[in-house]
């Protein structure tokens, strides 16, 4: 029983939270600085959440040429700037990230 009511107030709370951003989504305009300052958000928290796992793949810095991740990653940042297309990008640096896994081994 302890589960069911677990799970029915994750269910209430997470609905909540989505629900009011809906409601409120047209209705709130925020001051030009914020809604500029807020264009920088997505690739902030992406980059803080690659940069670790590109760097650090064993939980130790590696800046190393044996650092797949990173060397990956470069490749990927490179064809970024060259195509702009993001599919490209992602397609590419993960072809280039698992022949560089297969080399390895």
Known sequence: MNEVLLI????????????????????????????????????????AIIIPAVVMPNGVIDMSLTNNYLIAALFAFVIALITKNLLKTIGLGMTFFLILQYLSF
């Open 8 to 47: 029915l107030g994750m269910f209430i709370i997470t609905f909540s939270i989505r629900f009011i951003m809906f409601a409120f989504a047209g209705k709130i305009s925020f001051p030009g600085w914020l809604a500029k300052s807020l264009k920088f958000v997505p690739p902030a928290v992406l980059t």
